[in-house]
């Protein structure tokens, strides 16, 4: 969930080719100063060693601050986050939240999130799980059932960057960074009073959003607190009605919501020790429909109230040098109530619960000197322990569960060569490696990763990595959808001739499928390598090219084998049991978790679906002729590779007076295929719901004398409509551009009043570009690429105390 600012996080600078954007092109946005940062903090990300400086790092890394989410023109982060590259938002758009129907083969969270309605990061095209979402380098916890961090309840005046490290992290983070980690660091103002007002309206469906914010600090001379609310309303956004297969539908786009945001925090100092205590709570109300114009009697009410609560406790002891020990303590909880009524019926709904408790000590130290600079070691423990409960038991049989998970972990740097050696083309050479070994319990895995960095020179710099990391099966894929049988004649391609039922045709047995989720799924394991070069040539100034390579192979990928592939692809086969004996037919019917259990063969009720109350009832007549138990829940079963390239370029010059300023970055996906067993490969790149393989983010802005204007492009490469029982359509690619005007007031008028304020127009979407259309799609358009981006006026004021 959104979590107050911990001050002892694990991360990596801001990178030296976009110092704060120039000054925000000199004039515009909040200006950071001394007093946003406590005293001795550094944020970090992708290590475990505080401080670490930048050219000794070897994964790549994208940095994003406050001023590209005001230049978007977005209205929240989980809107700001569609427009970065290196995201696909898989199985958790907050545009897909209300159409049924609408999924993404790349998760089973879309399901879910009609109910929790919570946006993610989904890194590499991979599906959201794959993605581990750090606030100040502390793991966020999860929220219902689709188990996703609480990005969407972040208030952006609260965030100073959003950094990226696009490759495995589990030696330094633990489970689930295996497409990569996003580490969302804030603010934490030391003294001061900040206030920010946004509005903003579409021009063409009068969506509205309106935000109130105020941060404030105090300091003394041995510490600091800080305080901050939030307020946000926002409209519904409610597109034109949509033909799917000759049936009118209209459905709330992006839900109507209103969220309040505290936080507050202190600091200390105690000598050499800093103690600190950082708490928040927010509470977010949606409510969205689903409306067939044609039959009103099936229209649909979504509603949903998220209430979370988080609590950051730590003390950190600083001793001589680079040496540090820090102890810390987080404890979250978050509790959902979400509900869907129809016409003439009493509501469904359902309560969630989640729990995250982290106890942490880590401590670092330089280990030696060489002669080419310090080597550095970090390294502690951690226990964590996160629970779901819930009483959605048509879902949840077991109604949730606890996971405790026990680990130790380690990190060196050795600055094998340093620049005072004046060794030949080589100015520093670093080589960093880290590993972590975690208890889950249900499994036991070990992370390692090794990085390399080579600075030929000023110039250039050439990086690598490999790291194996892990990934966890999510709680509703081992005690989620509650375990359901049923009986059925069909085609076996592995039936042995001399086990034919002469009363069947040939080929065909009497099958008893198992369906639902799978207390004994293991963890899913992931090599990631990276390739990188760094280029600032000294003969163009302020200029930074970085491009890489990357490359990701998931082994044992938990998914759900369909009916048809459990009777006919090989591989498969070995979740089945082939002429199962009476008492593992009985072991499966008698499953206490099994909530339904039916029928429909001809010798039971005349062919015609027939449900059981309870596995008594069921003929025995039946299960003595069963030939194959097919197991469908959800397996180890899958093998996903991707590979890519990245792009981030980065230019500033004086033009005009004043200061120029061009960033590019992009991501182009290579191949993203899903592998099942011995089957073929099956691509899940560039189709409905699946990520585009082009996606670019630009911005060009220049500024002077407190005046900056600018603007942000964005493009997604267009892909091919290949849903089932559809006819194949190419869809187009789509393009939008923001443009921005910032003011310093207290430069411009060189009042006292106005000292300290700000003024930023930004129109997103300026020529109201909409989504190529997808026919008879639920929501006439692809949520997961092209979410429609109506042209959209914010003003956004703000005054500094």
């Given amino acids: 969930m959104v979590n107050a600012c911990a001050p002892y996080a694990a991360a990596q600078e801001l990178p030296a080719d976009r110092p704060d954007q120039q000054a925000q092109l000199e004039t515009e946005g909040r200006r950071k100063s001394d007093s946003d940062k406590a005293p001795g903090d550094i944020i970090v990300t992708g290590s475990l060693i505080r401080g670490l400086p930048k050219e000794y790092v070897a994964s790549p890394m994208f940095s994003y601050d406050q001023a590209d989410i005001v230049h978007s023109g977005a209205g929240s982060v989980s809107e700001y986050m569609l427009t970065i590259p290196q995201n696909f938002t898989g199985d958790l758009s907050e545009f897909a939240t209300t159409g049924a129907g609408i999924g993404s083969p790349l998760g089973d969270a879309t399901t879910y999130n009609q109910f929790d309605g919570f946006a993610g990061f989904a890194l590499r095209g991979l599906a959201s799980d794959a993605t581990l979402t750090l606030l100040n380098g502390r793991r966020m916890p999860s929220v219902g059932l689709t188990e996703a961090p609480t990005v969407s309840t972040i208030p952006s005046m609260l965030i100073e960057r959003i ?403 459990s009777l006919s692809v090989k591989d498969l086969q070995v979740f089945n049991i082939a002429n199962p004996t009476p008492a593992q037919v009985k072991q499966v019917i008698e499953n206490p978790d099994v909530f339904r259990r039916f029928a429909e063969v001809p010798s039971i009720n005349g062919g015609d679906l027939t449900f059981f109350d309870s596995a008594g009832q069921v003929p025995a007549a039946l299960l003595s002729q069963v030939q194959l138990i097919a197991d469908i829940r959800a397996q180890n079963f899958a093998v996903e590779s991707t590979n890519g390239l990245d792009l981030d370029l980065a230019y500033r010059t004086k033009l005009f007076g004043g200061t120029a300023m061009v960033n590019l970055t992009g991501q182009y996906i290579l191949g993203l295929d899903l592998k099942a067993g011995g089957s073929t490969a099956i691509s899940r790149l560039d189709g409905y719901a699946k990520p585009a393989d082009l996606r670019l983010n630009g911005t060009i802005a220049w500024g002077r004398g407190g005046v900056s204007i600018g603007s942000v492009v964005n493009y997604v490469d267009g892909f091919t409509d290949d849903r089932p029982d559809q006819p194949i359509r190419s869809v187009g690619s789509y393009t939008t551009a923001s443009l921005f005007l910032s003011f310093d007031l207290g430069h411009l008028l060189d009042a006292p009043l106005f000292a300290d304020s700000q003024v930023q127009l930004v129109v997103a979407n300026l020529f109201d570009r909409q989504p190529s259309r997808v026919i008879d799609g639920v929501v006439g358009y692809d949520p997961y690429n092209n979410p429609p981006n109506p042209r959209t006026v914010g003003v956004t004021v703000s005054k500094r105390f």
């Fill in 163 to 565: 950094d990226i490290i696009p490759d495995g992290a589990s030696a330094t983070y633990g489970a689930d960074a295996v497409a990569g980690v996003v580490n969302i660091v804030t603010r934490k103002p030391t003294s001061g009073l900040e206030l920010q007002v946004r509005g903003a309206t579409a021009t063409r469906t009068g969506k509205e959003d309106v935000q109130i914010s105020g941060l404030a600090g105090h300091s003394w001379g041995s510490g600091n607190v800080y305080g901050m609310a939030m307020y946000q309303k926002r409209s519904p956004f409610i597109g034109d009605p949509v033909d799917v297969s000759g049936e009118a539908l209209q459905v709330t786009q992006l839900p109507n919501e209103r969220l309040t945001d505290l936080y507050g925090g202190i600091q200390q100092d105690l000598g050499d020790l800093t103690f600190s205590i950082d708490a928040s709570r927010f509470q977010r109300d949606r409510d969205s429909r689903q409306i067939f114009l044609d039959e009103p009697a099936f229209n649909r009410v979504f509603k949903t109230r998220t209430t979370g609560v988080s609590i950051y406790n730590g003390v950190h002891w600083q001793g001589q040098g680079s040496t540090a020990l820090d102890l810390t303590v987080d404890y979250h909880r978050t509790h959902t109530d979400g509900s869907s009524s129809r016409v003439g019926r009493p509501p469904s709904s359902r309560e969630s619960t989640n729990t995250l408790f982290v106890a942490e000590l880590r401590g670092q130290t330089t280990l030696a000197t060489l002669p080419g600079g310090p080597v550095l070691v970090a390294g502690g423990f951690q226990y964590r322990a996160e629970t779901l409960r819930t009483d959605a038991t048509i879902f949840f049989n077991r109604n949730g569960g606890t996971r405790k998970v026990k680990s130790v972990f380690g990190e060196v740097n050795v600055p094998i060569i340093g620049a005072d050696q004046n060794v030949p083309l080589i100015r520093s050479l670093t080589l960093s490696a880290a590993g972590r070994y975690e208890d889950l319990g249900f499994d036991r895995t070990f992370s390692p990763k090794i990085g390399l960095r080579w600075q030929v020179d000023r110039s250039i710099a050439l990086r690598g990595t490999y790291a194996r990391s892990f990934l966890v099966p999510r709680f509703r894929s081992t005690i989620g959808i509650a375990e359901q049988v049923s009986f059925g004649l069909y085609d076996y391609k592995f039936l042995d001739p001399k086990d034919q039922n002469p009363a069947l045709p040939a080929g065909q047995a009497l099958v008893m499928f198992r369906a639902g989720a799978n207390p004994d799924l293991k963890t899913q394991k992931a090599d990631t390598f990276t390739v990188g070069v760094d280029v600032t040539p000294t003969f163009i100034p302020n200029l930074t090219v970085k491009a890489g390579y990357y490359r990701v192979r998931i082994s044992g990928r938990v998914g759900t084998p369909s009916p048809d592939d």
